[in-house]
């Protein structure tokens, strides 16, 4: 059974839509800054800083710049991208994922020790 190509865009935009929610539910002070920053319209500055952020990235051998601009600006890119909503989406899931097992052994080394 075929989806209609609408409703696959609409399904990966609502999964990034997710992960972005789950970012300021684990960091409240980042809220208002993702909500103003994929607010409609805002592509015209999306796209400007999500390219600097990315070009930051690339030059993360500067010392003031760093690696991790890349994946932020490639963030930016895909809230207004839709080819790059699903890589993003899945790549943010399990990085959440690895991220709290790492957090999880951590805790049990501490209460082992």
Same mark, same amino acid.
């Given at each position: 059974?075929?989806?209609?190509?609408?409703?696959?865009?609409?399904?990966?935009?609502?999964?990034?839509?997710?992960?972005?929610?789950?970012?300021?539910?684990?960091?409240?002070?980042?809220?208002?800054?993702?909500?103003?920053?994929?607010?409609?319209?805002?592509?015209?500055?999306?796209?400007?800083?999500?390219?600097?952020?990315?070009?930051?990235?690339?030059?993360?051998?500067?010392?003031?710049?760093?690696?991790?601009?890349?994946?932020?600006? &490639? &963030?930016?890119?895909?809230?207004?991208?839709?080819?790059?909503?699903?890589?993003?989406?899945?790549?943010?899931?399990?990085?959440?994922?690895?991220?709290? &097992?790492?957090?999880?052994?951590?805790?049990?080394?501490?209460?082992?020790?």
């Amino acid at each position: 059974m075929a989806s209609d190509p609408d409703q696959i865009k609409d399904r990966t935009e609502r999964r990034l839509d997710r992960q972005f929610d789950d970012i300021a539910r684990r960091f409240p002070l980042m809220r208002r800054p993702l909500n103003a920053i994929r607010a409609r319209g805002w592509w015209i500055v999306r796209l400007p800083i999500a390219l600097l952020f990315i070009a930051g990235g690339i030059l993360s051998i500067l010392p003031f710049l760093g690696l991790w601009m890349l994946p932020v600006g &490639l &963030l930016l890119l895909a809230v207004d991208l839709p080819m790059l909503r699903g890589p993003m989406s899945n790549t943010m899931i399990r990085t959440r994922r690895r991220y709290d &097992l790492w957090r999880r052994r951590r805790a049990r080394r501490k209460q082992s020790k």
